[in-house]
């Protein structure tokens, strides 16, 4: 009797992340090869990420409710290593890219080693959003020339908004309405309130709708039409380009450049926002797992570093923990890693048995997909969040959104988190406190009180986190005491707050922070004690 109770909750678990893998698939196909196409990689190595990322990661340590692919946020370093390693030969810059991507993918493993994975717990939220909007215009401000059907003259994102109007005058008639029918798609579906069209797979419709379209204009051959007395150009151009076979798709990395300035610079840069990235999806998915389990970061990172190392090494982008495709996969039911696993089955199946079939995507769907992904990581809520949050963090997220529009990634959030530093030092923090949290502890039966002094801020948060991942099972309330401190910045309320979820019979109170000022109404808005208070 026992032994079918147990085994009835394995088979429904298994069926559960059958059907939720296949729906991701059906999501994760376009967009995999929208981002490798963005990215300067073939189309096709975006769909080999997701396949080692689900057949292969799955089962060495993978977060159990995370689908590993490509992600959109990481698609601006991707292009530019390409670019700048290519230096004017894109075949070229691809293969030294891969080089770059296995270098980082190693650098993640030594990340995860040396337990930094905590790294993405303590990073300030306005300054990722920041970086994620200033990522979402640059992705914007290149594929709506795609959408258009016009190669834009221009190269930094500035620049090619700008040339959009001009694209828009000269666009090519039938791409444009391929592009267009898909953006109508992909934002008018979401609108519909019934339980089975928001079941519908957004991308999927796309397809569904653009496929037949480019049969119908022949985009499969070289032809010249006319349309209000100008000539335009359709061809194979305009459709994904993919080898004849999954074999043919594998490309090696090119190392006779990593060594160089370039090189490293992506390097850190692939492995530093890599991982960020992917380690706060990790704990977004956590808090969205109906059954609230928390997953083990470094084990994670770890898993996504190897994932990382082996898709490099046979032609892949790099992954992360993505949390659209991650959220529709809690969405769909899933209830293990096992979902993932089928969403890289069903990816490798599709590509081995029918690869004919991708080649009669046309590009103009795929980059409305990622114009629509731009426009939702640099959606003016974004900004609106950043603002009720507090000024300060609406000032750190215009910096780092601009900084980084107007020069790199690396640089734009280096400025950010300089500038949330100069902050907490103006706001009080002493100069000992950056790197050092201070905390007394006192205990009283099954109640632990812990007296932060200083500062609690994000560089020195590790601290307190640390403190509190080692409390015994006795520990039933945990008290924090601000009274001591001159500054609490934002990312240690959100931290302790998300700390607290994971918690299935353990308390949180924080206390001391009624002589604390505010920096707005929001719950986790960062607070300061002014001097006069001492």
């Not at 949390?323 to 769909?332: G, L, Q």
């Not at 560089?459 to 509190?468: Q, V």
Request: with cysteine.
């Amino acid at each position: 009797m026992s032994t079918a109770t147990e085994s009835q909750p394995k088979s429904s678990s298994l069926e559960a992340d059958l059907t939720s893998g296949f729906l991701v698939f059906l999501i994760a196909l376009p967009l995999c090869l929208g981002i490798a196409m963005a990215s300067g990689f073939p189309p096709v190595a975006g769909v080999i990420t997701a396949i080692v990322g689900g057949v292969l990661v799955s089962f060495i340590g993978s977060a159990r409710l995370t689908i590993k692919g490509p992600a959109a946020g990481l698609i601006v370093i991707a292009i530019g290593a390409v670019t700048e390693l290519g230096q004017g030969d894109m075949v070229a810059g691809y293969r030294r890219a891969l080089a770059v991507g296995v270098v980082a993918g190693i650098v993640q493993i030594v990340f995860a080693l040396t337990r930094a994975g905590a790294l993405g717990e303590v990073f300030p939220p306005s300054v990722v959003h920041g970086m994620l909007a200033a990522i979402g215009v640059i992705i914007v401000s290149k594929q709506a020339h795609t959408v258009l059907g016009v190669v834009p003259a221009a190269k930094e994102p500035l620049h090619l908004i700008a040339e959009i109007p001009k694209s828009i005058s000269e666009l090519n008639p039938e791409i444009a309405l391929i592009g267009i029918i898909s953006l109508a798609v992909l934002y008018g579906l979401p609108l519909f309130k019934n339980k089975w069209m928001k079941k519908v797979p957004a991308p999927l419709v796309v397809l569904l709708v653009t496929v037949p379209l480019g049969l119908a204009f022949a985009l499969d051959h070289a032809h010249t039409y006319s349309f209000n007395h100008h000539a335009f150009n359709v061809g194979p151009q305009h459709l994904v380009s993919l080898p004849g076979s999954l074999i043919k798709a594998v490309a090696t990395p090119d190392f006779s450049m990593v060594t160089s300035a370039v090189s490293i610079k992506y390097v850190v840069m692939f492995a530093l926002v890599g991982t960020v990235e992917s380690l706060l999806s990790v704990s977004a998915v956590d808090a969205l797992d109906p059954e609230k389990r928390a997953s083990d970061l470094n084990k994670d990172l770890l898993a996504t570093g190897i994932g990382n190392t082996i898709a490099a090494a046979v032609g892949g982008l790099p992954m992360i923990s993505e949390i659209v495709r991650s959220k529709a996969n809690i969405d769909a039911g899933a209830k293990s890693r096992m979902s993932n696993f089928f969403h890289g089955g069903f990816l490798l199946l599709f590509v081995a048995l029918v690869p004919g079939l991708l080649h009669r995507i046309p590009l103009a769907a795929l980059g409305a997909m990622l114009v629509y992904t731009g426009t939702r990581l640099a959606s003016p809520s974004e900004f609106v969040r950043a603002y009720k949050v507090g000024p300060e963090q609406l000032l750190l997220f215009l910096t780092t959104f601009v900084v980084t529009l107007a020069t790199d990634l690396l640089v734009g959030v280096g400025v950010g988190l300089l500038l949330k530093l100069v902050l907490h030092l103006k706001n009080g923090a002493p100069i000992k406190s950056l790197f050092r949290v201070v905390i007394d502890e006192q205990r009283a039966g099954d109640v632990l009180l812990l007296k932060v002094h200083d500062a609690a801020i994000f560089t020195n948060l590790l601290g307190l986190k640390k403190r509190l991942d080692k409390l015994d099972d006795g520990v039933k309330k945990v008290v924090v005491d601000f009274g001591d401190t001159w500054v609490v910045d934002h990312t240690v309320f959100e931290r302790l707050h998300a700390i607290e979820r994971e918690w299935p019979d353990r308390e949180l109170e924080i206390v001391g922070l009624d002589g604390h000022v505010p920096s707005s109404s929001h719950a986790f808005a960062s607070r300061r004690r002014p001097r006069a208070a001492a």
